[in-house]
T-cell receptor, first 117, second 113 residues
């Protein structure tokens, strides 16, 4: 059973460009979370999605950032017009549907390290 | 009220010793408390987790102690090994609603041979 997959693993963008980060959850998982980790800091929640629905986006900046989890395909975190302050590691986590014994456990992917030049 | 405070920021332990990392939370609605281990360049890996209906949970060399009245929980690593050298994060969430994890600031553990 493959774990959470993220790509690309490393992404370099120039200021003003767009960054698209992809996340494929573990098989059978229907909940996806995105977190951001700045250098030497802990992880900060950004957004929580279920298939075709944004459940909680309270941690995501209102401008330039968006996320989706379509019915088919991976979850996408999109950052428009990137700035140097967006340089960070972005982690995706997934969890199984409610009611199972592992409900609430979040499993993380390897992350995408975004560098903005 | 959403914060989770973690200490110490860094910890150096000799091989075979006990590593202890502490966390305190404010939100009494939290009901799920996991610990994650992260190696450089990798994603966090779930290590062990506890729910507030028990005061202690042990898995191998790793033990979580939970004090609901004090709103504190801690990770104990017995017989620490150099391979345990990593950054450890405590976290908390309202599990029943499938909500986000609120992470502590992290503890960088170094186990000297």
């Amino acid at each position: 059973n493959a774990g959470v997959m993220q790509n690309p693993r490393h992404l370099v963008r120039r200021r003003g460009q767009e960054a698209r980060l992809r996340c494929s959850p573990m098989k059978g998982h229907s909940h996806v979370y995105w977190y951001r980790q700045l250098p030497e800091e802990g992880l900060k929640f950004m957004v929580y999605l279920q298939k075709e629905n944004i459940i909680d986006e309270s941690g995501m900046p209102k401008e330039r950032f968006s996320a989706e989890f379509p019915k088919e395909g991976p979850s996408i975190l999109r950052i428009q017009q990137v700035v140097r302050g967006d340089s960070a590691a972005y982690f995706c986590a997934s969890s199984p549907p409610a009611g199972g014994s592992f409900w609430g456990e979040q499993f993380f992917g390897p992350g995408t390290r975004l560098t903005v030049l | 009220q959403q914060q989770v405070k973690q200490s110490p920021q860094s910890l150096i332990v000799q091989k075979g010793g006990i590593s202890i990392i502490n966390c305190a939370y404010e939100n009494t609605a939290f009901d799920y408390f996991p610990w994650y281990q992260q190696f450089p360049g990798k994603g966090p890996a779930l290590l062990i987790a506890i729910r507030p209906d028990v005061s202690e949970k042990k898995e191998g060399r790793f033990t979580i102690s939970f004090n609901k009245s004090a709103k504190q929980f801690s990770l104990h690593i017995m017989d620490s090994q150099p391979g345990d050298s990593a950054t450890y994060f405590c976290a908390a969430s309202r599990e029943t609603s499938g909500s986000r994890l609120t992470f502590g600031e992290g503890t960088q553990l170094t186990v000297n041979p």
